[in-house]
């Protein structure tokens, strides 16, 4: 570079600009030139970074592994096998593996209450109808040690109307095991 050339750049502002002796762009400090060339690109292509997106199908998973979670843990595995197809052009991985991990956990725990429900159900079923001669009776109450607490209920000993809705005062309901349910206790 000759002086010259240095002498009329002196009062240009610092910053990138083509060298007229090179031809390469290259950064003015205001004094000289730098020593590194900007980075060159192909054939007057734009160096533009490659734009991508936040894949739709993660952000639908996951909203959805929140209010319905079997539908977001299927979607999640969706949006995660579209974003690594997508070669860089959609993101949301993070989305989508959330959406996996909070749908799958939260079905896994609707299930096993809904089956805990199921067989304690079934349990409580099977519990009583042994426990009554299978008349399926729940609302009866064993008298066995000779005294029910009624608990603030109409009392079948005091004339009230006995607990089942029987209007025949003096008549025996006994539990198949033996114990009085209510009704006239003075025969036992």
Known sequence: MDESTNQ??????????????????QYWDGAAWSQIPAPTHVDGQALVAQKSETSDVAVI??????????????LGFKARKDIAESNGKKTGGPLATAAIWIGGIVTIGVATMIALCAITSIAFDHHFDDRWGGHGYRNYMLFQDGGPDFGGMMN??????????????????????????FGDQSTN
């Open 156 to 181: 079948p000993r005091n004339g009230d109307i006995p607990m089942m809705g029987s209007d025949q005062p003096g008549t025996d309901m006994v539990d198949p095991r033996g114990g009085m349910m």
């Open 61 to 74: 998973a996951f909203v959805f592994s929140l209010l319905v979670p079997f539908v977001g843990w299927i």
């Open 8 to 25: 009329a750049l002196s009062n240009v502002t610092p910053g990138w600009y083509t060298n007229v002796d090179s031809g390469l762009q």
